[in-house]
């Protein structure tokens, strides 16, 4: 459904994408990450056709956005992250507009209806789009995104600035959505790509830094730390040969520590436990620690700011 091919865009001297290449394919839900400044939404404007690559190409369904802009956007619902909304026009009055110039002529009072249901605009279709609150406001971006049925969304920010109970409903409907669509997701909230993406693409300064699904990624940079936990005498040097070890604690003749083996993918626990059970060590806990994405992001993202 997207194929991004060698993407490069330069402002000036500045290099805001740097040879970006990956592709999404028809019903993945992707989130795009990466710290301010990285790169997201210029790849996303290029993607929808808003700005054009220096370099390298992007496709959705195999057409160039660059040679046919137009057939590509008819196939792309869009949302940036600043909603370009008309706050002097009513809801209805705003979609009607996006209706015509996605040219749903007969079509566009059964597309509103429909639409405005999905998004949970229908209450406030007579009011000015400038009395809405934020909420609102991000439900009517997405009911504009939405109107023509694309099977692809992009997604710049949906929730950017939401309350709580703002951001659950709009990641309800997106995960709705991603039911049946393509969708490309930009966010920082870390909770939100894992409670609605399958898969995730990490960038930083304009370059791809990570491409997986969230669960291999977490195993893939879960560094294989073993927690445990022991009581007896035998102090934790004795554990040395296995890894670093870290964290120790010792309480009242409980030892507790972390281990991180030679090889980070190495599953150490098995011989953990024969060499407990020969020492009578007394094992009281022991298991395989696992980080979350949040700590998976700083760690991919700081790196990349130190090469």
Not at 88 to 116: H, M, P, W, Y
Not at 176 to 184: P, W
Request: aromatic residues 6%.
């Amino acid at each position: 459904m997207i194929s991004v091919e060698s993407l490069s865009k330069r402002y000036g001297e500045i290099k805001a994408v740097n040879d970006l290449t990956f592709e999404i394919k028809k019903g993945e839900v992707v989130g795009f990450l990466g710290p301010n400044g990285a790169g997201k939404t210029t790849t996303m404007q290029i993607i929808t056709g808003f700005i054009k690559p220096s370099e390298g190409r992007a496709l959705i369904d195999g057409v160039d956005v660059t040679v046919s802009p137009i057939t590509v956007k008819e196939r792309i619902g869009y949302l940036p992250e600043n909603t370009p909304l008309y706050d002097d026009l009513s809801v209805f009055d705003f979609l009607s507009f996006v209706a015509s110039v996605r040219k749903l002529n007969g079509k566009r009072d059964q597309a509103i209806k429909e639409t405005s249901e999905r998004c949970g605009i229908t209450e406030v279709l007579d009011r000015p789009i400038g009395t809405l609150s934020k909420g609102y406001r991000q439900r009517v971006g997405l009911a504009q995104a939405i109107l023509h049925d694309p099977p692809i969304l992009i997604l710049d920010e949906p929730t950017s600035g939401l309350d709580p109970i703002q951001i659950g409903e709009i990641r309800e409907l997106i995960r709705e959505l991603g039911r049946e669509k393509t969708v490309l997701l930009s966010t920082h909230i870390l909770p939100e790509v894992e409670q609605t993406c399958n898969r995730v693409i990490v960038i930083n300064r304009g370059s791809i830094v990570a491409d997986s699904q969230i669960e291999n990624l977490k195993a893939e940079l879960s560094g294989g730390s073993i927690r445990v936990q022991y009581k007896g005498s035998t102090p934790p040097d004795k554990f040395r040969s296995f890894g670093r070890i870290e964290d120790v604690v010792e309480d009242e003749g409980v030892w507790s520590f972390r281990i991180t083996p030679k090889e980070p993918t190495m599953d150490i626990r098995e011989e953990i436990f024969i060499f407990c059970k020969e020492r009578d060590i007394v094992l009281l806990e022991m298991y395989r620690e696992k980080r979350s994405l949040e700590e998976i992001f700083k760690e991919l993202t700081l790196e990349g700011d130190s090469r």
